[in-house]
């Protein structure tokens, strides 16, 4: 099993105590393609960051690979989610100094081997192909528009060929049109990459693109699928 959350809860004090996930289990493994939706604060994109290892639960256990992640340091849990796990955003978050190649290949940086990153430069060139960009390669993001930069996200987050892929409201500040060429790109994605993914998002038609759909509330998350 590639991601295991086990008896998840994760609350907040703040004068009183807020339970924000509630004893929540949940497995995917590798080419499954999970959708989680439910209201605004509801706890969606705190499940996702749990998952993530960007954020960590009150009680619970969450195994990554068999492994584990309880007693990893933060140096640790940054080499895993740089080399493993991949996140997309509502926002791009793309550095606005760099032009989109370089964006796309932040994620490499640390790489000091040249024949490993001269492999990666040829890797982002096919994807920013493969998502219809290739002409953009050294346009700033303020040249981009909104669904552009965003696709630009998604290879920046694919880059290191993770295992897992953590998309929180990806098409939330897109347009129907922009949204619907994410859609159909995570959709192609699921077909041509090796990798789980786990997909917050207020659209049910984005989600209905993932082979389950499961509802969170409070602090519950409904395992049945409910399409």
Known sequence: MLLELRNISKSYENGNVR???DYISLTN?????LAIIGPSGSGKSTLLNI???LDKPSTGIV???STELTA???PLLARLRNQHIGFVFQKHYLLPQLDVLDNVLLPVIPIKDKVKYAAALIKAKELLNKV????????LPGQLSVGECQRAAVVRALINEPELLLADEPTGSLDNDSAAQLGDLFASLRKDFAVAMVVVTHSLEFAQRMDKVYKLGNGRLIITPIR
């Open 63 to 65: 195994t990554f690979n």
């Open 29 to 33: 493994n590798t080419g499954n393609a």
């Open 19 to 21: 339970q924000v996930l």
């Open 132 to 139: 219809g960009l290739s002409d953009k390669l050294h346009e």
């Open 51 to 53: 998952m993530g290892t």
């Open 72 to 74: 990893f340091n933060e």
